[in-house]
């Protein structure tokens, strides 16, 4: 049996209130946990026996005997509208498409099927409640949608989201938790309020962190790095998103850089960031890449943003048993182009992936610009697969 599950069976046994995957808090499992028990979580397929045919042809199994994870991560994932008025853009355009909310990701929808594990940043609450804090009143955006369109994520492929940004708060505390409680009825792993997410992929199991860092770095020089550190003792692999940065900038601050780097020097395998509601370019540093931002995805926050374009991070982690146990490497990135509305003239918030060159060449040219300044900046962004 494999180790993760006497984890899991020991953290039932002493933290029954924690059972429900998705909702374990930092504080507890970190310090109920035994080390030793979760030492190594990874059984490999044998390659000198008899059963190696069989168990290369498995699913999980790459022919090598290895197994390869392929995670994308997107930017700002905003549907449904604000209470306060009787009408607005989304359930404006929703009529159009007889009230189905999944006409928005028709068009990304097989390429976050194909992958293992999708990220977004959810950007706002699933309630019916119209209830809003005396401090979000005067906001000029506050997002809502009925809590069934969390099908949204759960039908099209999306397995995860960052719940730690702006307007998570937009209706309250109650509220915040109320959209945790329906993400996790519909099994979708969800990270943020100082909680971990944990997910397990083909047998290896991935831990999530949410931060939202705006105003609140000298919160999180110590917290994040510690976080982190105990995250990587219990998981193989430890996500990390940051919201963070300032709207509509185009390169990080120096204070993501420095955020973003101490999150991998503490032990994160990949930075997701978004904020900005811009692309901003990719880090390569110390084995690890950090995105600064991934810009909107699927954006009903505004009718025409000045900028629609954007891109899907893909990365992959192949996971091989080596001398010394569980041995992970990186097997490279690419990004995806996308518009975030199939349309020129207007946002449709129907993410659409570029195929004309001229629009992907701008792309390029935006992420090869803004990173000019960064010291680990990639030199290419690829739009396919590196060759085996």
Same mark, same amino acid.
């Given at each position: 049996?494999?180790?993760?599950? *006497?984890?899991?069976?020991?953290?039932? *046994?002493?933290?029954?209130?924690?059972?429900?995957?998705?909702?374990?808090?930092?504080?507890?499992?970190?310090? /109920?946990?035994?080390?030793?028990?979760?030492?190594?979580?990874?059984?490999?397929?044998?390659?000198?026996?008899?059963?190696?045919?069989?168990?290369?042809?498995?699913?999980?199994?790459?022919?090598?005997?290895?197994?390869?994870?392929?995670?994308?991560?997107?930017?700002?994932?905003?549907?449904?509208?604000?209470?306060?008025?009787?009408?607005?853009?989304?359930?404006?355009?929703?009529?159009?498409?007889?009230?189905?909310?999944?006409?928005?990701?028709?068009?990304?929808?097989?390429?976050?099927?194909?992958?293992?594990?999708?990220?977004?940043?959810?950007?706002?609450?699933?309630?019916?409640?119209?209830?809003?804090?005396?401090?979000?009143?005067?906001?000029?955006?506050?997002?809502s949608a009925p809590p069934e369109y969390v099908s949204m994520l759960t039908d099209n492929g999306i397995e995860a989201v960052?719940?730690?940004?702006?307007?998570?708060?937009?209706?309250?505390?109650?509220?915040?938790?109320?959209?945790?409680?329906?993400?996790? /009825?519909?099994?979708?792993?969800?990270?943020?309020?100082?909680?971990?997410?944990?997910?397990?992929?083909?047998?290896?199991?991935?831990?999530?962190?949410?931060?939202?860092?705006?105003?609140?770095?000298?919160?999180?020089?110590?917290?994040?790095?510690?976080?982190?550190?105990?995250?990587?003792?219990?998981?193989?692999?430890?996500?990390?998103?940051?919201?963070?940065?300032?709207?509509?900038?185009?390169?990080?601050?120096?204070?993501?850089?420095?955020?973003?780097?101490?999150?991998?020097?503490?032990?994160?395998?990949?930075?997701?960031?978004?904020?900005?509601? @811009?692309?901003?370019?990719?880090?390569?540093? /110390?084995?690890?890449?950090?995105?600064?931002?991934?810009?909107?995805?699927?954006?009903?926050?505004?009718?025409?943003?000045?900028?629609?374009?954007?891109?899907?991070?893909?990365? @992959?982690? @192949?996971?091989?048993?080596?001398?010394?146990?569980?041995?992970?490497?990186?097997?490279?990135?690419?990004?995806?182009?996308?518009?975030?509305?199939?349309?020129?003239?207007? /946002?449709?918030?129907?993410?659409?992936?570029?195929?004309?060159?001229?629009?992907?060449?701008?792309?390029?040219?935006?992420?090869?610009?803004?990173?000019?300044?960064?010291?680990y900046v990639v030199d290419e962004y690829p739009t396919e697969w590196p060759a085996n």
């Amino acid at each position: 049996m494999r180790k993760f599950a *006497l984890l899991l069976a020991l953290l039932m *046994l002493t933290l029954p209130a924690m059972a429900e995957e998705g909702e374990i808090t930092l504080e507890d499992i970190f310090e /109920n946990a035994d080390p030793d028990v979760v030492a190594d979580t990874w059984i490999p397929a044998p390659q000198d026996s008899d059963d190696a045919m069989l168990v290369a042809t498995d699913s999980i199994y790459e022919k090598d005997g290895s197994i390869l994870i392929t995670i994308t991560g997107t930017g700002d994932f905003t549907v449904g509208g604000d209470t306060r008025k009787s009408s607005n853009i989304w359930y404006t355009e929703l009529k159009k498409h007889d009230g189905d909310p999944n006409f928005a990701l028709k068009n990304i929808r097989d390429v976050l099927l194909e992958d293992d594990l999708t990220i977004v940043n959810f950007e706002g609450t699933l309630t019916n409640s119209t209830y809003i804090p005396a401090s979000k009143k005067e906001n000029q955006f506050l997002f809502s949608a009925p809590p069934e369109y969390v099908s949204m994520l759960t039908d099209n492929g999306i397995e995860a989201v960052s719940l730690e940004n702006n307007h998570v708060l937009d209706h309250g505390q109650e509220v915040w938790d109320e959209t945790k409680s329906h993400l996790d /009825n519909a099994g979708v792993v969800w990270s943020g309020d100082g909680q971990l997410g944990v997910i397990e992929i083909k047998g290896i199991q991935i831990a999530m962190l949410s931060y939202l860092t705006i105003d609140r770095y000298e919160q999180l020089w110590d917290k994040v790095p510690a976080d982190i550190q105990a995250a990587k003792e219990l998981y193989p692999i430890v996500i990390v998103s940051f919201h963070w940065g300032n709207e509509k900038d185009y390169s990080p601050t120096n204070n993501q850089i420095k955020m973003g780097r101490l999150a991998v020097d503490s032990g994160a395998d990949l930075v997701l960031g978004h904020h900005s509601h @811009r692309i901003n370019p990719i880090e390569y540093y /110390n084995g690890v890449y950090i995105c600064y931002s991934l810009g909107n995805f699927c954006f009903a926050g505004n009718s025409k943003p000045s900028d629609m374009s954007s891109y899907l991070f893909q990365t @992959r982690f @192949r996971i091989r048993e080596g001398e010394n146990g569980q041995e992970i490497t990186n097997e490279g990135f690419r990004i995806i182009p996308i518009r975030i509305s199939s349309r020129t003239d207007r /946002n449709d918030f129907i993410p659409t992936v570029h195929t004309k060159e001229s629009s992907i060449d701008a792309i390029m040219t935006t992420l090869h610009e803004s990173g000019e300044d960064l010291a680990y900046v990639v030199d290419e962004y690829p739009t396919e697969w590196p060759a085996n």
